[in-house]
């Protein structure tokens, strides 16, 4: 398996347009989880998913994120509108069950102009 | 909740010993773990260890365990230049799913 992977790896963006930031999980694992990782603030978990149904969603900042899971191998981050405070390297984790080893993706650095 | 706390910097000279240490709030967690993360790139698993155990060790890596204090500590043995990144202990929350990271340690590790 190549792991999990996202894109796009760096995102540019004016304020104000959405972004939307992609996953693909491990296959076969149960569990998703969208962290944010900044200089101020370290390393957020913003939302995960288990079996594709949301389960915590506590840290997701506020309206302008939404996070889906259609089917076991894709999510999406989204923000919109987006806003300078949002620039951030986003990752994206995976594991196969709970209590388990959370294998992550290389992120996604987005900065927001 | 849980809350996981670590000092954000530690540099050492090539061949001494690191040890970066993390302490939590949620004394019911089974595994603790820690987490590496070299520049440009995303978090990878270093070791764990069960919450039954008070060390466990694996070749230059020793993991600590202090229930009582809520104490976690990574020694490095022979800490070379290629350790220098972030370091992150994980804790998971208990009677969820959810895995909390600490602040992060930056080791720098100088000739």
Known sequence: DAGVIQSPRHEVTEMGQEVTLRCKPISGH???????????????????FNNNVPIDDSGMPEDRFSAKMPNASFSTLKIQPSEPRDSAVYF?????????????????????? | GEDVEQSLFLSVRE???????????????????????????????????????????DQRLTVLLNKKDKHLSLRIADTQTGDSAIYFCAVPVHNTDKLIFGTGTRLQVFP
Do not use: H
């Not at chain 1, 984790?93 to 102009?113: C, Y």
């Open chain 2, 15 to 57: 061949g001494d010993s690191s040890v970066i240490n993390c302490t939590y709030t949620d004394s019911s967690s089974t595994y603790l773990y820690w987490y590496k993360q070299e520049p440009g790139a995303g978090l990878q698993l270093l070791t764990y260890i069960f919450s039954n155990m008070d060390m466990k060790q």
């Open chain 1, 92 to 113: 994206c984790a995976s594991s196969p069950k709970r209590d388990t080893e959370a294998f992550f993706g290389q992120g996604t650095r987005l900065t927001v102009v």
């Open chain 1, 30 to 48: 149960d569990y998703l989880f969208w962290y944010r990782q900044t200089m101020m603030r370290g390393l957020e978990l913003l939302i995960y």
